[in-house]
């Protein structure tokens, strides 16, 4: 009786194990088209799981409150994969060990920064400080800055500040890491950041940075709240009706992460 009440309670802990873990029920994934019919961890109010099915038209969705709560179900084996910001996500498995972003897309986007439809001339010079970065080599340091294979980004660089011709005032959410994020000093720092100090310096300007909503943006820059937003904004022929957007300076798009 003993033995067999034992045997019971040994069977309950191991299957309780499994049922918390969920590794039971989750195979490795290395490529993108083991993902069909698989749970992917979505965060509310994105597009992601539209841009899924696209590309995977059986995947089922789970939905969590922001991009890290959807990465920790699929570290716990909650879901199969997430589905989201290939260089957010990346970002987030530089620093956290046991996850990998498969390299196949889900979809290819291309970023850039927006201003309103007849701001012509600061779109012109967004790009020519685009195109003059990716010339002389500072984009490649910026790539290394910002998006280490492992650990954090490095520290944002000192870069002078114009003033002479006023204020260009940039509109951000600073919860698109390695693009726009809070640093330790609570200052809003990031590719997107050092990109547009770069544009402000061109200009003989002081830069001025507005923190807002994701939502909020392309908004406040229609208003003229705003001179210009960025934070890892993806082009596409919507946006494209309501705002006027800089030529690409990354290509990035929606990827997958699954446990390495």
Known sequence: MRNTMLGRVIVLFFCSCLILSGCSKREKISGLQQLEGKEFAIPTGTVADQLVLSKLPNAKFKYFNSVMDAVIAVKSGKADAAAYDEPILKNIAAKNSGLVVLKEMITVDNYGFAVRLNDRELKKTIDAVVAELKRDGTTEKMMKRWFPATGNPAPMPEIASGGGSG???????????????????GGVVGYDIELARRIAKKLDKKLEIVNMDFGGMIPALISGKVDMIAACITITDERSKQVLFSQPYYTGGIAALVRE
């Open 167 to 185: 204020v260009l005032r940039m509109g951000t959410a600073s919860v698109t890491e390695p693009f726009s994020f809070v640093d330790g000093s």
